[in-house]
Nanobody, 124 residues
Framework: QLVESGGGSVQAGGSLRLSCVVS????????WGWFRQIAGTEREGVAA????????RYADAVNGRFTISQDDANTTVYLQMNSLKPENTAMYYC????????????????????WGQGTQVTVS
């Protein structure tokens, strides 16, 4: 299971750090991703990273403001969110899976099978 934390309410311009921890048995995986979803819309990729420490990928809307990282044990992934904007308000989910290695980690939610329950981020 994946368990997210760190969400909350923050004013525009503020920061939050989301965490996602593997709880219990760890699925075989080589990639982590963070995704967001607003009620009534499709889930969309925010950031992704290969566990090997290779390239990361960010959605254009967050590039330069958000940073994805992982701990050395590959059991926790983080999303540092800076300069938050009201349009960043959403439920944020982490996900992991074993994916085919390409140039950059995938932001397509369909590539991931293992998901957390989400953590709400509200920016006012």
């Amino acid at each position: 299971q994946l368990v997210e934390s760190g969400g909350g309410s923050v004013q525009a311009g503020g920061s939050l750090r989301l965490s996602c921890v593997v709880s219990g048995s760890s699925p075989r995986s080589n990639c982590w991703g963070w995704f967001r979803q607003i009620a009534g819309t499709e889930r969309e990729g925010v950031a992704a990273i290969y566990t090997s420490g290779g390239s990361v990928r960010y959605a254009d809307a967050v590039n330069g403001r958000f940073t994805i990282s992982q701990d050395d044990a590959n059991t926790t992934v983080y999303l540092q969110m800076n300069s938050l904007k009201p349009e960043n308000t959403a439920m944020y989910y982490c996900a992991t899976d074993w994916v085919s290695i390409v140039a950059t980690a995938p932001l397509d939610p369909a590539k991931y099978r293992y998901w957390g329950q989400g953590t709400q981020v509200t920016v006012s």
